[in-house]
T-cell receptor
Framework: SQELEQSPQSLIVQEGKNLTINCTSS?????LYWYKQKYGEGLIFLMM?????EEKSHEKITAKLDEKKQQSSLHITASQPSHAGIYLC??????????????FGQGTTLQVKP | KAGVTQTPRYLIKTRGQQVTLSCSPI?????VSWYQQTPGQGLQFLFE???????NKGNFPGRFSGRQFSNSRSEMNVSTLELGDSALYLC???????????FGPGTRLTVL
């Protein structure tokens, strides 16, 4: 099973609607990263969360990390076609042997209908 | 600042051949990590280099290897290519090992 579970796997929303993507782990997350990817291209860094209860926003995107640091959500307000793409959560699950290693969820494919 | 660059962007090889991919990190970044992305397995960690030393390695066979040069540029090599090696190979750089990783555009490898 995946160390990081993302849900939903895919999402189709009407432009202007709000949406939420979740990322869950059974382990404590020492750093949680959200990236966006256009199909077949590199990952674009969105936000990083480290502290339990932390919340960050950039433009219309808000990410939160729960108090236990095992679940994160990414919320998009008033979605636009430019928000379409694949959203990936990546995490540092800690341990001295995990230097520089991020574990990724399977991704959430978002389509925004004009 | 220029972003992470990867060359080549696309590559077609046949089974049994070997391939070398290159990654130039963001200026000042000393850590380079490599990932393999496939539709079936998703994004998987290959290895990380910091100051020319491999710090961490994922669960890939020994056919996958890498190195880092004194200017932090990194290369990864895959020998005796198999069909299953077809994937998007991404490298990411960070200032230090546990800092935010910034990804390059990837190299799309197709093995025929």
């Amino acid at each position: 099973s995946q160390e990081l579970e993302q849900s939903p796997q895919s999402l189709i929303v009407q432009e202007g609607k709000n949406l939420t993507i979740n990322c869950t782990s059974s382990k404590t997350l020492y750093g949680l990263y959200w990236y966006k990817q256009k199909y077949g291209e590199g990952l674009i860094f969105l936000m990083m969360l480290q502290k339990g209860g932390e919340e960050k926003s950039h433009e219309k995107i808000t990410a939160k990390l729960d108090e236990k640091k095992q679940q994160s959500s990414l919320h998009i307000t008033a979605s636009q076609p430019s928000h379409a793409g694949i959203y990936l959560c990546g995490a540092d699950i800690g341990g001295s042997g995990n230097t520089g290693k991020l574990i990724f969820g399977q991704g959430t494919t978002l389509q925004v209908k004009p | 600042k220029a972003g992470v660059t990867q060359t080549p962007r696309y590559l077609i090889k046949t089974r049994g051949q070997q391939v070398t991919l290159s990654c130039s990190p963001i200026s000042g970044h000393r850590s380079v990590s490599w990932y393999q992305q496939t539709p079936g397995q998703g994004l998987q960690f290959l290895f990380e280099y910091f100051s020319e030393t491999q710090r961490n390695k994922g669960n890939f066979p020994g056919r996958f290897s890498g190195r880092q040069f004194s200017n932090s540029r990194s290369e990864m090599n895959v020998s005796t290519l198999e069909l299953g090696d077809s994937a998007l190979y991404l490298c990411a750089s960070s200032r230090l090992s546990r800092d935010t990783q910034y990804f390059g555009p990837g190299t799309r490898l197709t093995v025929l």
